[in-house]
C-alpha cells in the first residue's frame, strides 16, 4: 500500500521504528523482520521522497534534518492510528453480542438452551430481540437471526437449522379420551387451538390427510405458539403445533401428539442468517458454534420423534385398511 500513491505505508512502519530506537538491530528485533528487509524499505523510501533521511555517525545512525521532520509526522500519525485500534478493538470487544429470533423458537427453544452458552463465555453479553420482523443487516445493530420460513435471502450467509412439522397435540387426560376414535367426530366436539400466525391451519391439515369435517368446533385463537401449546398441555383443547417447538414437552410426556394414524405435515424451516462479513467476529463465531451443536443433538431427538410419528402413522394405516 502506498500513501498518495508515492510512499510505501511498510516503508514509513519501518522508518518509524528505525528512527525511535535509533537502531537497525533494535527495530528488527520489534518488527520481526531481517535487518535487509527494513535497508531495502528505508532506501526505497528515501528513493520515493528523493532526499536523505539517515546519515551514519561514529556508526551510529543519525536522522538528518528531513529524517528528523518525516519522524515527527509519523510518530504522530502512528500514534494516532495506534489509539483510534485500541478504542474500536475495546468497543467491538464489549459490545453486546445482538441475536434476533423468532418469538415463540425464542420462547420455547432458545431461553431453556442459553443459559449453558452464557455459563460457557461469561465475557459475551447478549442482547436477544424476539420479533418477527426480518433483519435489515445494513441499518440495524444486529449480529445474526434465527428465522422461521422458506425463502432464505441470498445475499446472506444462511444455514438450515432444522426442518419441522406439524401435528395435533394435546395433552395426556385429551389424549386418552380421543385418541383412537374417529378423528372427524373428535374435530366436531374437541376444542381446538389454532396459532394465527401459523403457515399450517386446520384446514389444511384436513386436506392433506383427506378429511372432510362439515363444522369444526369453535376453538382458541393465539399469536403465538408458546401460548397455544400451554393451553394445550393444560388440557383445553387440541393444538395444530410444531414438534419443534414442542418437542421438550412431547418428551416429557406434558404434550402427546394426537391422532397418530393421521399424516403430519411437512412445514417450513428455521434458518441462521447473517451477513458474511459478521462470521469473522469471534462472539458470533462462538455464538455460532453453539448453536449448530444444540442443534445436532436436537436433530437426532426430532428425528426420532418424527420417525417414529412416521412408522406409526404407517402402521394404524395399515390396520385400518385391514379392518375397512
Known amino acids: 500500500m ?5 510512499i510505501p505505508l511498510k516503508a514509513v512502519v519501518y522508518f518509524e521504528a ?33 532526499v536523505a533521511l539517515f546519515r551514519r555517525v561514529k556508526r551510529q545512525l543519525v536522522l538528518t534534518e528531513d529524517g528528523e521532520r518525516l519522524f515527527r509526522a509519523t510518530s504522530e ?8 485500534e485500541r478504542q474500536i478493538s475495546r468497543r467491538t470487544r464489549h459490545r453486546p453480542l445482538m441475536v434476533r ?9 432458545l431461553t431453556k438452551r442459553l443459559p449453558e452458552f452464557i455459563r460457557a463465555n461469561p465475557d459475551i453479553d447478549i442482547h436477544v430481540d424476539a420479533t418477527s420482523e426480518l433483519t435489515d443487516f445494513e441499518k440495524e445493530r444486529v449480529d445474526l437471526e434465527i428465522r ?20 395435533p397435540l394435546c395433552n395426556q387426560e385429551v389424549y386418552q379420551n380421543y385418541a383412537y376414535r374417529d378423528p372427524v367426530e373428535v374435530l366436531t366436539s374437541v376444542r381446538l387451538i389454532q396459532s394465527v400466525k401459523s403457515a399450517v391451519s386446520w384446514d389444511r391439515w384436513l386436506t392433506e390427510n383427506n378429511l372432510q369435517v362439515d ?8 399469536d403465538r405458539s408458546a401460548m397455544s401449546l400451554h393451553m394445550a398441555s393444560e388440557g383445553l383443547g387440541v393444538a395444530l403445533e410444531s414438534t419443534t417447538l414442542a418437542q421438550d414437552a412431547i418428551l416429557d410426556g406434558s404434550l402427546r401428539p394426537l391422532f397418530p394414524q393421521l399424516k ?10 447473517c451477513p458474511n462479513r459478521h462470521l469473522a467476529r469471534r462472539a458470533v463465531h462462538e455464538f455460532r458454534s453453539w448453536m449448530l451443536e444444540k442443534i445436532q443433538q436436537d436433530k437426532k431427538r426430532l428425528h426420532n420423534l418424527h420417525e417414529q410419528l412416521f412408522k406409526l402413522n404407517h402402521l394404524l394405516s395399515s390396520e385400518l385398511r385391514r379392518d375397512s
Do not use: C
Open 101 to 109: 429470533v423468532a418469538p415463540t423458537f425464542g420462547t420455547l427453544w
Open 264 to 273: 403430519p405435515v411437512r412445514n417450513q424451516s428455521y434458518w441462521l442468517s
Open 2 to 6: 502506498h500513501l498518495n500513491g508515492r
Open 148 to 167: 422461521y420460513g422458506r425463502d432464505m435471502r441470498d445475499y446472506l450467509h444462511s444455514e438450515l437449522l432444522l426442518e419441522d412439522i406439524v401435528f
Open 77 to 84: 500519525a502512528l500514534a494516532i492510528i495506534q489509539s483510534s
Open 215 to 222: 363444522q369444526l368446533r369453535q376453538g382458541l385463537h393465539f
Open 18 to 50: 528505525v528512527s525511535r530506537h535509533r537502531s537497525l538491530t533494535r527495530a528488527t528485533d520489534e518488527l520481526g523482520v531481517s535487518a535487509s528487509a527494513i535497508s531495502q524499505q528505508l532506501k526505497a523510501l528515501e528513493s520515493s521522497l528523493g
